[in-house]
């Protein structure tokens, strides 16, 4: 079993910045491909970014492209989503996530079906 702790949330003005991390326990002996996603209130979750295990390859949102880089440090699988020039639209709770499992280390993936464990979401608010 794997457990994520995502930590970093809070609430901001419009135009700030927020760093979320997020951290994989438990049986997490390689790298995974990791995500980070979020959900409106009365909208579906959403990826907002993603890395391969790799880490060399990453991919955005159009909506946060631009404003928003994730990373992950070598090796482990702790990943961070550096968000900037916030806006109130990027309201909502971000969960973390990992695709357990063997493929490729140059691949991400962005649909919420792909990911295997989630965190309990850290709570992020941009005041207009």
């Known amino acids: 079993q794997v457990q994520l702790a995502e930590s970093g949330g809070g609430l901001v003005q419009t135009g700030g910045s927020l760093r979320l991390s997020c951290a994989a326990s438990?049986?997490?002996?390689?790298?995974?491909?990791m995500g980070w996603f979020r959900q409106a209130p009365g909208k579906e979750r959403e990826c907002v970014a993603a890395i391969s295990r790799s880490g060399w390859i990453t991919g955005y949102a159009n909506s946060v492209k631009g404003r928003v880089t994730i990373s992950r440090e070598n090796g482990k699988n702790t990943v961070y989503l550096q968000m900037n020039s916030l806006k109130p639209e990027d309201t909502g709770v971000y969960y973390c996530a990992l695709k357990g499992g063997y493929y490729s280390s140059g691949v991400y993936y962005t649909g919420s079906n792909e990911y295997d464990y989630w965190g309990q979401g850290t709570q992020v608010t941009v005041s207009s």
């Open positions: 438990g049986r997490t002996s390689t790298s995974y491909a």
